[in-house]
């Protein structure tokens, strides 16, 4: 019985589009895979009971990198996954396509109130970075993003230290003395920094994860290279 069960539910992660990377779990405290969205609720399957609530008009759609994935206007829809606690050590990794890039559009944040957070935008010019509050600023990750067009953004972070990574590939390493936010009180997937409108994320998110450990390269690459 227990092996047709687990067969079952196989079946059905694999009809909704699990990357191929589902079995990269160890330490994985959130996960949204937006395929398998009950109505307004998006089902937390980490397993740690995070799920995420759509909110405003947020919605899921066929096209995303595996399956479905959360559709944003860039109005004031978001996805509310609420308080994870505080992370002295974690990866964060999602994929993005903007419908837009007007703006200082977020498309990922850890507590959406000023710079008290960990938060991943885009600007007009085509610019992404993730900013790591006032002191540190931000780091870039790519200067030259395009509308309509999936990428997969991956940054861990210690009390001392920080990494980014672009579609699998390390962009930026730095160092600091405990001067990141780590409470991430209020994790928001659509938003970041304000609820101005221009913060308010235009386009498709999917895969989002966060990790309670520092992924390595070689699995960073591989949550890239998953996709079907």
């Known amino acids: 019985m227990k092996k047709f069960v687990c067969a079952l539910m196989l079946g059905v992660l694999a009809s909704a589009g699990l990357c191929r990377a589902g079995n990269l779990r160890d330490g994985l405290i959130l996960y949204y895979n937006f395929s398998l969205a009950l109505g307004a609720v998006v089902p937390d399957m980490s397993g740690h009971r995070h799920p995420g609530a759509m909110q405003n008009g947020a919605k899921t759609v066929p096209g995303g990198v595996c399956g479905r994935a959360a559709q944003f206007d860039g109005v004031n829809d978001i996805v509310a996954a609420g308080n994870l606690g505080y992370q002295p050590k974690g990866t964060i990794s999602f994929w993005m396509n903007a419908d837009s890039l007007d703006g200082h559009r977020a498309a990922l944040s850890t507590y959406p109130i000023w710079d008290q957070d960990l938060r991943f935008e885009?600007?007009?010019?085509?610019?992404?970075?993730?900013?790591?509050?006032?002191?540190?600023?931000?780091?870039?990750?790519?200067?030259?993003?395009?509308?309509?067009?999936?990428?997969?953004?991956?940054?861990?972070?210690?009390?001392?230290?920080?990494?980014?990574?672009?579609?699998?590939?390390?962009?930026?390493?730095?160092?600091?003395?405990?001067?990141?936010?780590?409470?991430?009180?209020?994790?928001?997937?659509?938003?970041?920094?304000?609820?101005?409108?221009?913060?308010?994320?235009?386009?498709?998110?999917?895969?989002?994860?966060?990790?309670?450990?520092?992924?390595?390269?070689?699995?960073?690459?591989?949550?890239?290279?998953?996709?079907?």
């Open 122 to 228: 885009g600007d007009a010019t085509g610019a992404f970075a993730v900013g790591l509050g006032p002191i540190l600023g931000g780091r870039l990750l790519m200067s030259d993003m395009k509308p309509h067009t999936w990428y997969q953004v991956t940054f861990a972070w210690t009390t001392n230290s920080f990494t980014g990574w672009l579609n699998g590939q390390k962009v930026f390493t730095g160092t600091h003395d405990n001067q990141l936010f780590l409470n991430f009180s209020s994790v928001t997937v659509g938003n970041g920094y304000s609820t101005e409108p221009e913060r308010y994320w235009m386009g498709l998110i999917d895969e989002v994860r966060i990790y309670n450990r520092v992924l390595s390269d070689a699995e960073v690459s591989s949550l890239y290279t998953a996709r079907p």
